[in-house]
Each structure stands twice: as structure tokens, then as C-alpha cells.
Nanobody
């Protein structure tokens, strides 16, 4: 049984930083493609960052480019999202997910290729 668990959310002031962590247990491979997504109530889910299982290539949505960094530690089966220069627009529930494909692909932001999802961790940025 696959279990994805996020942690590290919280309340920070604008301009601050947070580091989200995600662990995935029960996966058949240690290098599954992993992604971070976020969602506000009543809004569509948004792909934030993705790291490919094969080769470790990364992809980001435009609004976080240069501020967020996704990384992974295959030995720990963990994925991280370092978030810097946070703004109130980054406030959302953040979800970690594992894909069944070895690469992020061109349409990773939609999340359709991600089969296993965590429960989410809340990130709130105050102005």
C-alpha cells in the first residue's frame, strides 16, 4: 500500500521561507517521478514543481520559477520543496504526489499522471 505524507507547512510572513517534505512508502521503485501541487478552496489544483524519476530533471510553474526548488533523496524516499521569497499568493494547501511515469512530461501540471497523493500541508503567508 502506497502512502504519501507531507510535512513542513505553517504560517510565515511575506518574504520568508519554508521547506516542505514528503515521504512516500510502498512504492515499487525508489525513483518515481514526484510532484508538488497546491490548491485553494474553490480553486483548481495547480502544479507547482515536478522532479523526474529518470534523470532527476525538474520543472516548475512560472509563478514559482527562481523562488522554489524541488529536490529528492532517493535513499530516504523523500522529496522536498524549498520555498523562498514567499508571497500571500503562495497561500494554499500543498500536496505531494507520486507519478506512475518516469518523467514529468509536458502535462505534469494537470496532475493526471500522478496516482498517489498525500493529505496535504497548509501553507499560509501573511502580508
Amino acid at each position: 500500500q502506497v502512502q504519501v505524507v507531507e510535512s513542513g507547512g505553517g504560517l510565515v510572513q511575506e518574504g520568508g521561507s519554508l521547506r516542505l517534505s514528503c515521504t512516500a512508502s510502498g512504492l515499487t521503485s525508489d525513483d518515481a517521478t514526484m510532484g508538488w501541487f497546491r490548491q485553494l478552496p474553490g480553486k483548481e489544483r495547480e502544479g507547482v514543481a515536478c522532479v523526474s524519476g529518470s534523470g532527476g530533471g525538474t520543472a516548475y510553474t512560472d509563478s514559482v520559477m527562481g523562488r522554489f526548488t524541488i529536490s529528492r533523496d532517493n535513499a530516504k524516499k523523500a522529496v522536498y520543496l524549498q520555498m523562498n521569497k514567499l508571497t500571500p499568493e503562495d497561500t494554499a494547501m500543498y500536496y505531494c504526489a507520486s507519478s506512475v511515469y518516469p518523467y514529468c512530461g509536458a502535462y505534469w501540471r494537470a496532475g493526471h499522471n500522478f496516482a498517489f497523493w498525500g493529505q496535504g500541508t497548509q501553507v499560509t503567508i501573511s502580508s
